[in-house]
């Protein structure tokens, strides 16, 4: 009987020890990604030898296919609970509608880890469980979206209500809040804010399609858009442009910090004495991909913030500026995605298009506190609350929904985040 309950103790034990590992792990790809994170740093962490942790685990991408595993579980559970909840149709539709928005938001931001471990392309060493683990698909979730939009605008009027673009709106800021730090810790606040920014609009008083087509803002934002060439193949097989465009892609594809010299070797297909006598690191490569981004951004921002004198006219302009860049920008938005406007990240390229990030968002919150301060803006909060999450609604990637185009996009945002989705058009 003793030693019953001594075995009973051991493997309570040992079942602690395990989720006190998957813990601290889940923490430490949260913080640094998976491949920056090492057993070493795990068992450290943990306040164990290295050699302990393959008592409980195998490799590190057991401990990560856990994760991955547990969130897929909570994901689908979730779906299946608020598809049930929708269906008795008891509560108001726009209540319930947040109520969605807010049970995914709370979902996401207990769920970093899993998501920082799904948003970039698995280490070409990783297993093909590791790698199916991180292709998730969503579609309870997307019936649930399309049911709580169905039930709030029952026959939308598509001349101004897509309510196509409004699911992927909300099921993609939701769904990836932990990945798009708005300042906002809490669930409910971001679905609330979230929702009504979409629902009711920012602007008191919008002028007609045709009066905004005219606007300076809008004007001074598509000549800037213009100016954003689409790179050419490079000429020379082996040259530095070549090497660049290669490693643009694997900076997006793998992020920077787990990307190394060699891969961009690999996928530039030249030697590495080549790469080096034509580039001198990657934080190089990264510095001159980001400079030439942020320059296009920052002129196109400010062209629609500082043109005119309508804020709602500058919103509009914004807007076209971001889907447009979010486009013609893909792969530049994928390598900074994780990293926070308001931290320090740890290279001097990375802070500098940060620091030029939040310049712009301050002119954002110029903006708003002019409008407030007219009437032409509602208050929905406090600037700076509400100008980064204008940033994430605007940066949504649209154009995976059916193919949406810049103008289409641009006219949702319209209807949606400026005049308000379901105020009178």
Known sequence: MDGSRGSSTAGDSAVGRTE??????????????????????????????????YHHFDSKEDIALDILQDFQR?????????????????????????????????????????????????????????????????????????????????????????????????????????????????????????????????????????????SEALQAARQAITTWKEPGTPSEPASRDHIVAAARVEF????????????????????????????????????????????????????????????AASLDALALVMVSAKRRFRLETEIVKLTDPWSKPGNQAMQAYHASTRARLRLLEGVLERGAATGAIRSLGAPAAVGPQIRYISWVPYQDFARASPARAHRFLRNSLLRGFLQEK
Do not use: C
């Open 74 to 214: 909570e994901l689908t559970a979730l779906a299946d609970d608020l598809s049930s909840r929708l269906r008795t149709g008891i509560a108001d539709p726009r209540d319930q509608l947040v109520e969605v928005a807010t049970a995914v938001t709370d979902l996401s931001l207990r769920s970093k880890a899993a998501l920082r471990l799904i948003a970039y392309t698995a280490p070409s060493a990783s297993s093909e469980r590791f790698r199916a683990a991180r292709e998730w698909q969503t579609p309870g979730l997307e019936r649930v979206w399309k049911r709580a939009v169905q039930q709030l605008v029952p026959d939308p009027d598509p001349r101004t209500q897509d309510a196509g673009l409004l699911r992927f709106a909300l099921d993609s800021l939701t769904l990836h809040s932990a990945v798009n730090p708005p300042g906002i810790e809490e669930a409910g606040r971001i679905a609330n804010l979230q929702t009504a920014m979409l629902l009711d609009g920012l602007a008191s008083d919008v002028p007609p399609d045709e009066e905004l087509n005219r």
């Open 252 to 311: 997006a594809r793998r992020g920077f910090d787990a990307t190394t010299v060699r891969d961009i070797a690999d996928a530039a297909g030249v030697r590495m004495g080549t790469l080096y006598r034509r580039v001198g690191s990657k934080e190089e490569l990264l510095a001159e991909i980001l400079t030439a981004y942020e320059r296009h951004m920052d002129g196109a921002v400010r062209s629609a913030l500082t043109t005119g004198t309508s804020e």
């Open 20 to 53: 006190e590992i998957r813990q601290v792990a889940t923490k430490l790809f949260e913080q640094s990604g998976y491949s920056s994170t090492t057993m070493t740093d795990i068992a450290t962490a943990v306040g164990v030898l290295q050699g302990s942790l």
